[in-house]
């Protein structure tokens, strides 16, 4: 029996149509909710595989929710993000979710996987021969250590104010993440795809990028298509590659490179103040990187 279907204690005869018409709709070999596509999987993490305290009001936590698939907001080469909703049947408990599932199973290699790896490797010897090797486990594993990377990272920036979504929870290679867009499923756009209050915006990422630089850190694959913009809020996604710049043999470059991939863009748009070089030189400052 599913955890969440109810018992009842009844003697043996007396079941009355109620009971008739419950037993039909909920078979015992069907372990499914009644409706939607999964239970929740709130309760499939550990409280470490969950997002920060305290949960936000918003988020859904109740066991008898249930997820429903709503369609595929992107399909990546090493992830896909489907758009999902958890509520609670019957109630107006109800809130939409981001699912980043990492592919373990294709024949592809991560663009991210080489340099970033370094320095990253496990204790067990049998995974760094599998990682090597590229064999099926090799890739599970692999798909699965950028997830805990990428929910590692959302849950750090979180706790430091930084603009990210929510880091609802981890389940194996796929992370649960605030849904940024409207109520109705409409995903934020991509800064890419955004003209207004390019001044305001610059102005945030730059206090956000100032923010990561002081804790060390570079996202490491920051462009205009890894920053949604909701509401006039600037939100940063796609961090599992980000970047220890102190203790990377190659930190610094990866700062210099966020820092011209994001002004370079701002500057071509006409914002006066965004210029790669003084971006990157302010970043390696707050860094400690540059005496
Ligand atoms: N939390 C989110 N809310 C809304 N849309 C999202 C969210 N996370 C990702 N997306 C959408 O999915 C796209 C791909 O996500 P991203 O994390 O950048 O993965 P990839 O590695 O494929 O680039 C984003 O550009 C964005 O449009
Ligand atoms: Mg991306």
């Known amino acids: 029996m599913p955890k969440h279907s109810q018992h009842r204690t009844r003697g043996k005869y007396?079941?009355?149509?109620?009971?008739?018409?419950?037993?039909?709709?909920?078979?015992?070999?069907?372990?499914?909710?009644?409706?939607?596509?999964?239970?929740?999987?709130?309760?499939?993490?550990?409280?470490?595989?969950?997002?920060?305290?305290?949960?936000?009001?918003?988020?859904?936590?109740?066991?008898?929710?249930?997820?429903?698939?709503?369609?595929?907001?992107?399909?990546?080469?090493?992830?896909?993000?489907?758009?999902i909703s958890r509520g609670v049947p019957g109630t107006d408990r109800v809130c939409l979710l981001a699912a980043k599932r990492y592919r373990s199973s294709e024949h592809r290699l991560f663009h991210r996987d080489s340099g970033y790896l370094e320095g990253r490797r496990t204790r067990e010897s049998r995974m760094n021969r599998a990682m090597a090797n590229r064999t099926a486990f090799g890739k599970q594993v692999i798909a699965a250590q950028w997830a805990v990377a990428e929910f590692g990272a959302l849950c750090r920036l979180w706790e430091l104010g930084v603009p990210v979504p929510y880091p609802v929870q981890i389940v194996?290679?796929?992370?649960?993440?605030?849904?940024?867009?409207?109520?109705?499923?409409?995903?934020?756009?991509?800064?890419?795809?955004?003209?207004?209050?390019?001044?305001?915006?610059?102005?945030?990422?730059v206090a956000a990028m100032v923010t990561l630089a002081r804790e060390g850190l570079a996202h490491g694959d920051l462009s205009p298509y890894n920053l949604l913009v909701h509401d006039g809020r600037l939100v940063i996604i796609d961090l599992p590659q980000i970047v220890d710049v102190?203790?990377?043999?190659?930190?610094?470059?990866?700062?210099?490179?966020?820092?011209?991939?994001v002004a370079t863009w701002f500057a071509a748009k006409g914002v006066p103040t965004a210029d790669p070089d003084s971006l990157a030189a302010l970043l390696r400052k707050e860094a400690g990187l540059s005496l």
């Open 14 to 83: 007396a079941l009355d149509a109620d009971d008739l018409e419950w037993l039909e709709s909920t078979p015992e070999t069907d372990d499914g909710p009644p409706e939607g596509d999964r239970w929740s999987t709130w309760d499939q993490s550990t409280p470490t595989e969950k997002g920060p305290k305290p949960y936000p009001d918003w988020l859904v936590t109740e066991l008898a929710a249930v997820d429903t698939e709503h369609g595929v907001l992107k399909t990546g080469k090493e992830a896909d993000v489907h758009l």
């Open 172 to 205: 194996e290679t796929e992370i649960l993440q605030e849904f940024i867009g409207t109520r109705d499923g409409y995903a934020a756009p991509r800064l890419a795809q955004v003209s207004d209050d390019l001044d305001g915006l610059w102005e945030q990422l």
């Open 246 to 261: 102190i203790a990377h043999p190659t930190g610094p470059s990866f700062l210099d490179r966020d820092a011209h991939n």
